[in-house]
């Protein structure tokens, strides 16, 4: 099976195309362009390279959140205006359960802490384990502050090994605790199509109405309607 996989949940994007075997190819880019220029030519370019049209691809997969609202809305919003053209069955996937699969390159039994910075003193973040090379899931993906994720994994008598876009600024915070930390290397660190596509292979299928953002917390002009309405 032919998965189509798409990435733009932060300031990196990128497109894989991976199949039952693994990876065949990924365009990557964290140049901090607009996602809404450059998604959708790297998918074009991808496929002329590999000599497929997407009348070849199977599935279509986007990390559908948590992650920057901007971006999130943008894959989704390619992915729906994909498969609605060409009839494909599309899978949402979680944004941190596809960067847990960047911890296959830890020892086995290793924590995997995802952390995204979510501004306002914030991270997403969810926590796994890495089982014969599968994360598994230890809580459900929130967004929490740095005395909460501590809190979590103070007992933790296991490497914890960090990725994601705020893995810089959590190491930071987790070392002052002594705990024990890796850092992942940074090809490692950022979240990719690939992850998406390794996790949209144990995810349900969708249809295209189905597929929605996922958030966890109001954007920032939700919020101060909020405060406008209610005072609060």
Same mark, same amino acid.
């Given at each position: 099976?032919?998965?189509?996989?798409?990435?733009?949940?932060?300031?990196?994007?990128?497109?894989?195309?991976?199949?039952?075997?693994?990876?065949?190819?990924?365009?990557?880019?964290?140049?901090?362009?607009?996602?809404?220029?450059?998604?959708?030519?790297?998918?074009?370019?991808?496929?002329?390279?590999?000599?497929? @049209?997407? !009348?070849? /691809?199977?599935?279509?997969?986007?990390?559908?959140?948590?992650?920057?609202? @901007?971006?999130?809305? /943008?894959? %989704?919003?390619?992915?729906?205006?994909?498969?609605?053209?060409?009839?494909? $069955?599309?899978?949402?996937?979680?944004?941190?359960?596809?960067?847990?699969?960047? !911890?296959?390159?830890?020892?086995?039994?290793?924590?995997?802490?995802?952390?995204?910075?979510?501004?306002?003193?914030?991270?997403?973040?969810?926590?796994?384990?890495?089982?014969?090379?599968?994360?598994?899931?230890?809580?459900?993906?929130?967004?929490? !502050?740095?005395?909460?994720?501590?809190?979590? /994994?103070?007992? /933790?008598?296991? $490497?914890?090994?960090? %990725?994601?876009?705020?893995?810089?600024?959590?190491?930071? @915070?987790?070392?002052?605790?002594?705990?024990? @930390?890796?850092?992942?290397?940074?090809?490692?660190?950022?979240?990719?199509?690939?992850?998406?596509?390794?996790?949209?292979?144990?995810?349900?299928?969708?249809?295209?109405?189905?597929?929605?953002?996922?958030?966890?917390?109001?954007?920032?002009?939700?919020?101060?309607?909020?405060?406008?309405?209610?005072?609060?």
């Amino acid at each position: 099976m032919l998965i189509l996989g798409f990435e733009s949940s932060a300031k990196s994007a990128s497109v894989a195309l991976c199949d039952e075997n693994g990876l065949i190819s990924q365009y990557f880019q964290n140049s901090g362009l607009t996602h809404s220029r450059t998604l959708l030519p790297m998918a074009e370019d991808m496929l002329k390279n590999l000599g497929l @049209t997407i !009348g070849d /691809i199977d599935l279509i997969a986007v990390s559908c959140g948590p992650g920057s609202f @901007t971006g999130v809305r /943008i894959g %989704v919003s390619v992915v729906k205006g994909l498969a609605w053209a060409c009839d494909k $069955p599309v899978c949402g996937v979680s944004t941190l359960l596809a960067m847990a699969y960047n !911890g296959v390159c830890a020892h086995e039994g290793s924590i995997i802490c995802c952390v995204m910075d979510a501004r306002r003193e914030q991270f997403y973040n969810a926590l796994f384990i890495m089982r014969d090379g599968i994360p598994v899931r230890l809580c459900e993906d929130r967004a929490i !502050g740095a005395d909460k994720l501590v809190e979590d /994994i103070k007992n /933790i008598n296991k $490497p914890i090994f960090i %990725v994601g876009d705020g893995a810089s600024l959590c190491y930071n @915070t987790l070392n002052n605790f002594e705990f024990r @930390t890796v850092l992942a290397p940074e090809p490692m660190r950022y979240q990719t199509a690939w992850g998406v596509c390794m996790a949209a292979r144990r995810e349900p299928q969708q249809s295209v109405h189905e597929l929605l953002p996922v958030y966890l917390r109001l954007s920032q002009a939700e919020r101060e309607r909020q405060e406008r309405i209610f005072g609060k």
